[in-house]
């Protein structure tokens, strides 16, 4: 039986590294033209997590095979299907914001939540780790005091089961604006130290479609 949870459990943590290394890739899944329905997509999880059996004795990914076969023979599970396809995970928590989704999961193998955007063109919008912030004043000061800081897609909190859903701010153009606080690593990995904090905006226009990521702030941890 150990060998069994051992397997399984390499094999997920695995599965997450992957998915939190490939976080950067902006993907168009037709699936999701026009948005999420997110009823449907809970309705399908639930639906599905009873038909398939679990043993007591293993973690609950022993069931996701099952599920996920059912889910391909379902038309109607097919956004929940495709978001376990394309992230590794079934999507745990969601926010709607007008015509955008939020949606989340955590990692097993470190428990770190990891969010992601559908916006109504049917992109799936992951956090950007990638923009320059090379001319940003407060980033070359921490630049230099930190050679290997990382923007990463980890996000700052101050306090436990603190909700870490991004603040939704309306612009004067009608854009809207999903902010998240990313944190800045050095270097980049889930024991390393955070020694700052991008306050990064996600902005859609009043259609629903994503526009661009912009850095609002950079400041250093206390």
């Known amino acids: 039986m150990n060998i069994i949870f051992n397997v399984a459990f390499l094999s997920f943590f695995f599965l997450s590294t992957t998915v939190f290394a490939d976080n950067d890739a902006i993907k168009f899944v037709p699936e999701f033209v026009g948005g999420l329905n997110i009823s449907q997509i809970k309705s399908c999880e639930i639906k599905y997590s009873k038909l398939c059996p679990l043993k007591k004795s293993i973690m609950n990914t022993q069931q996701w095979p099952c599920i996920e076969k059912k889910m391909a023979q379902d038309k109607s599970c097919i956004q929940a299907g495709k ?15 007008g015509s955008v989704t939020v949606f989340t999961f955590t990692t097993i193998a470190d428990g770190v939540d990891v969010f992601y955007m559908v ?5 799936l919008i992951p956090l950007d780790t990638e923009i320059d912030l090379s001319q940003n004043s407060q980033y070359a000061t921490l ?10 897609g980890f996000l700052y909190w101050a306090k436990v089961n603190e909700n870490l859903f991004p603040k939704s701010r309306l612009l004067p153009n009608k854009n809207q604006q999903l902010i998240f606080k990313q944190e800045l690593r050095s270097p980049d990995c889930v024991a390393c130290a955070k020694v700052g904090i991008v306050e990064m905006a996600y902005e859609f226009n009043p259609k629903g479609a994503f526009i661009q990521p912009r850095v609002l702030s950079i400041r250093p941890v206390r």
């Open 83 to 97: 978001i376990r396809e394309l992230t590794g995970y079934p999507a745990i928590k969601f926010n709607q914001y």
């Open 119 to 123: 916006d109504t063109k049917g992109q």
């Open 143 to 152: 630049k230099k005091k930190y050679p290997e800081i990382a923007l990463t």
